[in-house]
């Protein structure tokens, strides 16, 4: 167990757990709090393959800790911003997969968390929202474009402008979570799917995180060279071969 501040991580096997234990505050994101995902995921040791997120006392992440909100001058804004795109970067393309158990408040800064991750998983008290336009400030964490290239730039502007919420099944239907689950059951969910997605081969998982969104970015024609690369290296490796022996002998493959 690693016991922090604002955060409590745990390690099974394969699979890690990173709780958000600032509960007094909704969870909201501290620098301390900023500092200590950062740590944990710098520090994960080598045989971590999937991490679940979560947050302590019903609310994922409530975004910004406004109290916290200080003047800056344009330069330290911008430092400020690309220090938190540092953070979101590393658990996107760090190594490990991500999956969110999401409970509660999932509102600006919460979501681009959220959205750094790639399994989310939503239970009902679930609220999305991105509240920045109605406080006089804009999002900073990576929002723009990890939320913007799931629901599309004209219904964030929107969600932006009006400080629209939405629950677990609209989100689902956006591409805000991929499960919309029952009370209390994001968690056994996320780690039934960390085991199996443990269970893949390596490089086939660090691929499918690295190789796809960045494809998303491309041109078709870049895009489908980029394809071809991805999946000569794979196919190359072997577990690829043991995955294909498995198939043949009507087995469950025995990955690395």
Not at 178 to 193: D, I, M, N, Q, W
Request: glycine share 12%; hydrophobic share 40%; net charge neutral.
């Amino acid at each position: 167990m690693l016991q922090g501040t604002y955060t409590r991580g745990t390690f099974d096997g394969q699979v890690a757990e990173l709780e958000l234990i600032r509960e007094e505050k909704r969870n909201a994101m501290s620098e301390g709090l900023l500092a200590e995902i950062e740590g944990f995921y710098r520090s994960l040791p080598k045989d971590i393959r999937v991490v679940i997120l979560h947050g302590r006392g019903g609310h994922y992440c409530s975004g910004l800790d406004l109290a916290e909100h200080v003047s800056r001058t344009p330069e330290a804004g911008v430092h400020h911003s690309r220090a938190w795109h540092g953070v979101m970067d590393l658990i996107q393309f760090g190594g490990p997969v991500t999956i969110s158990a999401m409970t509660g408040a999932v509102i600006g800064g919460g979501l681009e968390l959220a959205t750094s991750t790639h399994v989310r998983i939503a239970e009902p008290s679930v609220i999305f929202q991105l509240p920045e336009g109605r406080r006089g400030i804009f999002v900073g964490g990576g929002a723009a474009v990890r939320v913007g290239r799931i629901i599309g730039a004209d219904r964030m502007v929107e969600m932006m402008l009006t400080g629209r919420r939405y629950d677990a099944e609209e989100g689902l239907r956006l591409g805000l979570c991929h499960y919309s689950v029952g009370e209390g059951e994001s968690l056994p969910l996320a780690r039934k799917l960390a085991l199996k997605i443990a269970a893949n081969a390596p490089m086939s998982n660090y691929f499918m995180v690295h190789a796809l969104t960045r494809i998303g970015d491309m041109s078709r024609s870049d895009g489908f060279f980029t394809e071809s690369l991805a999946a000569a290296l794979v196919q190359t490796t072997p577990d690829a071969e043991e995955g294909l022996r498995a198939f043949l002998e009507k087995r469950e493959p025995r990955f690395r």
